[in-house]
């Protein structure tokens, strides 16, 4: 999608517990280009309301819509919410979008959009990435953890190789390719994240660091290829997190780090006993309610 007017872009909204954001979010990215996410409820209650608004062009199947919702509610345990879908005004909203992501500091790290005008701060380390059809501008909490674990695994030591696994928009892996000059390789398995990934990459002057794939993840050839690194990012969905575990560990140079996120902070003790089992201890949590981001070394 770009950012031209276009007479047919849709909107489905809904309403859900803060806990069941990442199962109503999967569902409505398996219909819309973007899904983004607004408190309701300013309270920090695990089920406290926030809103999802997903954008696509051409009207969605209804009734694929509605068999996703309910899936997600029964895997959620949840009643199933209420579901608007309407055609959108004609208007330019990803720039919409692009104006109301303000820029967002995470340790070193100064993330800002291209309408950014402004001076950048001294001594950060700039991230041009724009609202987008990929997941990953950092103002989600697991973004941002991720962002914040690099920033502090970065005062002790330098890595030398990157994966970035599920890599959305390429934020992580161009983080990591801006700070320590490395090569970075990024998988995701939508073709979008990719070429979002590889405009993110030339925008940001790291295309010569950073490679991107599009993939099944570790099935993909190039990611063992390319390995073993010495810091992998995760950033998805708890189960996926536990499926890849064993994976993860094959790929993970010896004195390795891993950031894994997209995980509750309910589903840290399923998400740690896969990486346990593989040798893996937690090292650091960083705790953004509902979410967490957990670093992890070979023990």
């Given at each position: 999608?770009?950012?031209?007017?276009?007479?047919?872009?849709?909107?489905?909204?809904?309403?859900v517990?803060?806990?069941?954001?990442?199962a109503?979010?999967?569902?409505?990215?398996?219909?819309?280009a973007?899904?983004?996410?607004?408190?309701?409820e300013?309270?920090?209650?695990?089920?406290?309301?926030?809103?999802?608004?997903?954008?696509?062009?051409?009207?969605?199947?209804?009734a694929?819509?509605?068999?996703?919702?309910?899936?997600?509610?029964?895997?959620?345990?949840?009643?199933e919410?209420?579901?608007?879908?309407e055609?959108?005004?004609?208007?330019?909203?990803?720039?919409?979008?692009?104006?109301?992501?303000?820029?967002?500091?995470?340790?070193?790290?100064?993330?800002?959009?291209?309408?950014?005008d402004?001076?950048?701060?001294?001594?950060?380390?700039?991230?041009l990435?724009d609202?987008?059809?990929?997941?990953?501008?950092?103002?989600?909490?697991s973004?941002?953890?991720?962002?914040?674990?690099?920033h502090?695994?970065?005062?002790?030591?330098?890595?030398?190789?990157?994966l970035?696994?599920?890599?959305?928009?390429?934020?992580?892996?161009?983080?990591?390719?801006?700070a320590?000059?490395?090569?970075v390789?990024?998988?995701?398995?939508?073709?979008?994240?990719?070429?979002?990934?590889?405009l993110n990459?030339?925008?940001?002057?790291?295309?010569?660091?950073?490679?991107?794939?599009?993939?099944?993840?570790?099935?993909?050839?190039?990611v063992?290829?390319?390995?073993?690194?010495d810091?992998?990012?995760?950033?998805?969905?708890?189960?996926?997190?536990?499926?890849?575990?064993k994976?993860v560990?094959?790929?993970?140079?010896?004195?390795?780090k891993?950031?894994?996120?997209?995980?509750?902070?309910?589903?840290?003790?399923?998400?740690?006993?896969?990486?346990?089992?593989?040798?893996?201890?937690?090292?650091?949590?960083?705790?953004?309610?509902?979410?967490?981001?957990?670093?992890?070394?070979?023990?």
């Open positions: 999608m770009t950012g031209k007017d276009s007479a047919d872009i849709w909107h489905i909204q809904t309403i517990p803060r806990f069941a954001i990442p109503f979010e999967a569902a409505l990215q398996e219909h819309m973007a899904v983004l996410e607004f408190e309701v300013d309270d920090d209650r695990d089920d406290a309301l926030w809103r999802l608004d997903g954008y696509g062009e051409g009207e969605p199947d209804r694929a819509v509605a068999a996703s919702i309910a899936l997600a509610a029964a895997v959620a345990g949840v009643p919410p209420e579901v608007l879908i055609r959108e005004e004609q208007r330019n909203w990803l720039q919409e979008n692009l104006q109301a992501f303000p820029p967002i500091r995470a340790g070193r790290f100064f993330i800002h959009g291209s309408h950014y402004e001076a950048l701060p001294p001594g950060s380390v700039p991230l990435v609202a987008a059809t990929a997941f990953g501008s950092g103002e989600h909490q973004t941002y953890g991720c962002l914040m674990a690099l502090d695994l970065g005062k002790r030591r330098r890595f030398r190789n990157v970035d696994m599920g890599c959305g928009t390429g934020i992580l892996g161009i983080a990591a390719a801006r320590f000059a490395c090569p390789t990024a998988v995701d398995i939508d073709a979008e994240a990719v070429r979002v990934t590889d990459a030339r925008r940001n002057r790291v295309d010569q660091q950073l490679t991107a794939f599009a993939g099944n993840g570790f099935a993909l050839a190039e063992p290829r390319r390995g073993p690194y810091l992998i990012f995760a950033n998805i969905l708890a189960r996926p997190l536990v499926r890849m575990a994976d560990a094959a790929t993970l140079d010896r004195g390795g891993v950031i894994l996120a997209g995980l509750l902070r309910r589903q840290e003790p399923m998400v740690l006993n896969a990486y346990r089992l593989q040798g893996l201890v937690l090292e650091r949590r960083y705790a953004l309610d509902p979410w967490a981001t957990l670093v992890l070394s070979r023990g």
